[in-house]
Nanobody, 122 residues
Framework: QVQLVESGGGLVQAGGSLRLSCAAS????????MSWFRQAPGTEREFVAR????????YYADSVKGRFTISRDNAKNTVYLQMNSLKPEDTAVYYC???????????????WGQGTQVTVSS
């Protein structure tokens, strides 16, 4: 089992940047595929990015490709989401999630953080 805690959210103007962090407890962090999801008010939670156990093969939703970068540091038990060129439509609560399968489906991720709010003003 793994516990996840996100940080780094906040209020930023359109075009700005934020870096989200997700710290994991336990000694098995490197055995998990890690992903970021987001949920805007009144919408379903949606996939943003995922990364393999080794840090290879990052994969992104089309809506963030070229602007967001997912990375991980297994020595620090942390996964990151660097968000550049932010748009108002990126406003959402961002969640990190841990799972076994390399998937974009919410159902494949049994472990979730509490979320961190990102608000992008126009």
């Amino acid at each position: 089992q793994v516990q996840l805690v996100e940080s780094g959210g906040g209020l930023v103007q359109a075009g700005g940047s934020l870096r989200l962090s997700c710290a994991a407890s336990g000694r098995t962090f490197s055995s998990y595929v890690m992903s970021w999801f987001r949920q805007a008010p009144g919408t379903e939670r949606e996939f943003v990015a995922r990364i393999q156990r080794s840090g290879a093969y990052p994969y992104y939703a089309d809506s963030v490709k070229g602007r967001f970068t997912i990375s991980r540091d297994n020595a620090k038990n942390t996964v990151y989401l660097q968000m550049n060129s932010l748009k108002p439509e990126d406003t959402a609560v961002y969640y990190c999630a841990a799972g076994i399968r390399y998937s974009s489906s919410l159902d494949e991720f049994p472990y979730w953080g509490q979320g961190t709010q990102v608000t992008v003003s126009s």
